[in-house]
Structures are given as C-alpha cells and as structure tokens.
C-alpha cells in the first residue's frame, strides 16, 4: 500500500538480510528510508539513505539520527534489527560471547529506541518495532546470550507500552524463526534438517515475509507491546 503522507522510517542493519527486505517494503510504499549498516554499504541504487552506524556506539547512534532527521525529516517509524549471534554451549561460553551479543541485540536496540523516542514524543506520533527470534520464546541450545538478548526486548517493548500510555507511540516485536540469510550459514545440515522438522510450513522463512509483519505494525496504531512470531507454525501463534 502506498503511503499518502511519506514516513521517515529508520532501519538499523538494513544493508543486508532481514533488514535489507524491511528498508525495501518501506520504500516500496513511498516512504522515505534511511538504512544504517556498520560494514557493506546498502545496494547504492534504491534510493535509500544509508548511514555508517555501529548500535553498541551511542555517539554514532546519534550521528545517524541527526542525519536522518536533516534529510528526510523526524524519524517516526524505527525497526531496530540489528543483531549478531555467537553461538556457545553455556558451559564453554566466555564473558564477552554473551556480553557482546547483549550489548548489539538488547542494549543496541535500546539506544536506537530512546534516541528515537524522543522525536516522536515531539512529533506525537511514532511507531517502534523491535526484531527479536523465536529463540526469545522456546529457547535454543548454544544460544543463551542471544535468547536472553532477544526475550529482553519482549520486556522491554511490554515496559516501554506501558511508559507510552495512551500517546500515540506504539513498541512492538516481531521474532521470527529461521530465516533464509547470512545468518543461518553455519547451520549444520543436521541441525537445519531438526528445525526444519518442528517447521509446519516445512521451509525456512523468506525475509520479506519477515518485513510483511512490520509493516503490518508500522501502521497499526492500536497493536501494543505485542509479540508477532513469523515462524511458519513452528510455535503455533506462541
Ligand atoms: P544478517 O547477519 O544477515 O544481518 C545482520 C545485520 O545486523 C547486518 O546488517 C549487520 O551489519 C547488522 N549488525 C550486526 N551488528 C551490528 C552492530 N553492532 N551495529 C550495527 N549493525 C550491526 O542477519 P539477519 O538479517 O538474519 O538478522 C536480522 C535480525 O533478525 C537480527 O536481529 C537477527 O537476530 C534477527 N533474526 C534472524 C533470524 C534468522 O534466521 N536469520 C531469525 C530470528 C531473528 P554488518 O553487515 O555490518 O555486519
């Protein structure tokens, strides 16, 4: 659906990947989309914004959204993405496997959440989603630090909701399950066949079905603190 009225809309992680697919239905729509990466730059030829942004820096947080905030005006819509595994049987995972993966999936999204908070509190109106896993929801052997990071957000979205009140700012969460990305590589071809056997729609998700839910939240002003799983049945709904 076209927007009449193009929304400034920032994407953390949209050079690649989930984030790319997400930055791309946006743009399709007529919105206005500003892309940070921290590496590859985004495809140079969509028209997106894209702005170098490490989440775990709040000084380079800040830099993204003033120049956002210049060229396409304030950021009302954020999709926080970004996001990093490092996977670990507990028993063999040191500090920084699990403070790092915190401090990209958790505390990342909460410096790009209240940075953006604070322009939508002016412009009264805002919409937050939030990109966590189904891994925050049933757990997943060797990922501790990146459950607890991605169940963190569902807390924080579910507290957040409620600081709002009844503006019209909403938080939201989308966990998805497997995706088809960068992300999965590593999977052994055992362990995808074993998802892949608790999957009813029997394949692994497409990132745009991914964006599909945001978006779907991006215009739905009175779906709050909600968590859509986009995981092919694998939690039926849960
Ligand atoms: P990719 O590995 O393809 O992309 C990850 C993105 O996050 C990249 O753009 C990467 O940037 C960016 N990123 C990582 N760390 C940082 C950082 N410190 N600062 C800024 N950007 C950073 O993964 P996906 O597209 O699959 O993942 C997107 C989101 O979806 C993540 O939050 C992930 O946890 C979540 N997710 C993915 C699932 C899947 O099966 N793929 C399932 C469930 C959730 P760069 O290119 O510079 O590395």
Same mark, same amino acid.
């Given at each position: $659906?076209?927007?009449?009225?193009?929304?400034?809309?920032? *994407?953390?992680?949209?050079?690649?990947?989930?984030?790319?697919?997400?930055?791309?239905?946006?743009?399709?729509?007529?919105?206005?989309?500003?892309?940070?990466? =921290?590496?590859?730059?985004?495809?140079?030829?969509?028209?997106?914004?894209?702005?170098? #942004?490490? %989440?775990?820096?709040?000084?380079?947080?800040? #830099?993204?959204?003033?120049?956002?905030? !210049?060229?396409?005006?304030?950021?009302? %819509?954020?999709? +926080?993405?970004?996001?990093?595994?490092?996977?670990?049987?507990?028993?063999? $995972?040191?500090?920084?496997?699990?403070? !790092?993966?915190?401090?990209?999936?958790?505390?990342?999204?909460? &410096?790009?959440?209240?940075?953006?908070?604070?322009?939508?509190?002016?412009? &009264?109106?805002? =919409?937050?989603?939030?990109?966590?896993?189904? +891994?925050?929801?049933?757990?997943?052997?060797?990922?501790? @630090? /990146?459950?607890? +990071?991605?169940?963190?957000?569902?807390?924080?979205?579910? !507290?957040?909701?409620?600081?709002?009140?009844?503006?019209?700012?909403? #938080? @939201?969460?989308?966990?998805?399950?497997?995706?088809?990305?960068? $992300?999965?590589?590593?999977?052994?071809?055992?362990? =995808? &066949?074993?998802?892949? &056997?608790?999957?009813?729609?029997? =394949?692994?998700?497409?990132?745009?079905? *991914?964006?599909?839910?945001?978006?779907?939240?991006?215009?739905?002003? /009175?779906?709050?603190?909600?968590?859509?799983? %986009?995981?092919?049945?694998?939690?039926?709904?849960?």
């Amino acid at each position: $659906m076209t927007q009449a009225t193009p929304r400034s809309v920032l *994407v953390t992680g949209g050079n690649r990947g989930i984030g790319l697919a997400i930055a791309r239905r946006f743009a399709a729509a007529g919105d206005l989309v500003t892309v940070t990466y =921290r590496g590859d730059k985004p495809p140079s030829d969509e028209g997106f914004l894209a702005v170098r #942004c490490d %989440v775990t820096d709040s000084h380079q947080v800040d #830099c993204a959204f003033k120049e956002a905030e !210049s060229v396409h005006g304030p950021v009302t %819509v954020l999709v +926080a993405n970004a996001g990093v595994t490092h996977d670990q049987l507990l028993v063999r $995972m040191n500090e920084t496997d699990f403070t !790092s993966v915190i401090d990209t999936n958790l505390v990342g999204a909460f &410096r790009v959440a209240q940075r953006a908070i604070r322009g939508m509190l002016r412009e &009264r109106h805002g =919409r937050i989603v939030l990109i966590s896993s189904t +891994a925050a929801l049933h757990g997943a052997p060797g990922q501790t @630090n /990146y459950a607890a +990071a991605k169940a963190g957000l569902v807390g924080f979205a579910r !507290s957040l909701t409620h600081e709002l009140g009844p503006r019209d700012i909403t #938080c @939201n969460v989308v966990a998805p399950g497997l995706t088809e990305t960068d $992300m999965n590589h590593a999977l052994t071809a055992e362990q =995808r &066949r074993e998802l892949l &056997r608790q999957t009813p729609a029997g =394949r692994l998700a497409r990132p745009e079905e *991914v964006a599909d839910a945001v978006a779907f939240l991006a215009g739905a002003g /009175y779906v709050r603190g909600a968590v859509i799983p %986009v995981d092919g049945g694998a939690g039926l709904g849960h």
